[in-house]
């Protein structure tokens, strides 16, 4: 996901992604056939899921600290953040203890758990913006249950199974296998998936403010 200048535009372009996951899903469920392979798959939709939270998260912290104006019109600067790689070689400095010897020297796969580290980021840095990243973070336990779906899609262990029941059962839903599950209304009469993009969508309303 790009960087933008402006939050809120960071913002819709998450939207949309959300969007046309939610479509992709919805897609799935008309199929009637769960399993199937490739987009048209509940794995794919959720690792998606996945992927873009962690992507947003990642987008929103580079976004704040090389600069960029939220949605009430404040500013966000860290000092001497003006590009992209300043802003891996800060984070890498706190979270990865690296030193300015090794600076821009880093591998994607090297990267924090942005979902995770974001609001810890924030206050360390101490954007702006950290008041709203801090609130939005506070809502955001949703993407420990998307985590475990998605990490059973990834490797589909059988301990990891009984993560993902307990995950079911923690939302009344209960079954023999992660796409029955993901395709088992609550008892509210929604989908979990659909129920994970609205929380992603008050999350990106909140940590952009």
């Given at each position: ?29 008309r199929?009637n ?5 490739g ?8 690792i998606?899921?996945?992927n ?9 912290l ?27 070689d800060?984070v ?6 690296r030193?300015?010897?090794t600076?821009?020297?880093?591998n994607?796969?090297d990267e924090?758990?942005?979902e ?12 702006q ?12 336990g ?17 301990l ?14 209960s079954?023999?296998?992660a ?27 909140f940590?952009?403010?």
């Amino acid at each position: 996901m790009r960087i933008r200048k402006n939050l809120g535009q960071l913002r819709d372009d998450y939207l949309i992604r959300l969007d046309r996951l939610e479509q992709r899903f919805d897609e799935v469920l008309r199929l009637n056939d769960p399993r199937h392979d490739g987009k048209t798959s509940i794995s794919y939709c959720v690792i998606e899921l996945m992927n873009g939270y962690r992507d947003f998260n990642r987008a929103l912290l580079a976004s704040s600290m090389i600069g960029a104006r939220t949605t009430l019109g404040n500013k966000t600067k860290t000092p001497g953040v003006e590009y992209e790689y300043d802003f891996i070689d800060t984070v890498f400095q706190i979270v990865k203890k690296r030193t300015d010897s090794t600076r821009h020297s880093w591998n994607s796969r090297d990267e924090p758990a942005w979902e995770a580290e974001i609001n810890r980021l924030a206050t360390l840095l101490q954007l702006q913006n950290e008041l709203s990243i801090s609130t939005a973070f506070s809502i955001s336990g949703f993407y420990k249950d998307i985590k475990v779906i998605r990490n059973f899609f990834c490797h589909r262990s059988r301990l990891l199974f009984d993560e993902v029941k307990n995950v079911g059962l923690s939302h009344l839903i209960s079954g023999n296998s992660a796409e029955e599950i993901m395709t088992t209304r609550e008892k509210n009469g929604d989908y979990l998936l659909h129920y994970w993009v609205d929380q992603c969508r008050i999350y990106a309303e909140f940590s952009v403010e």
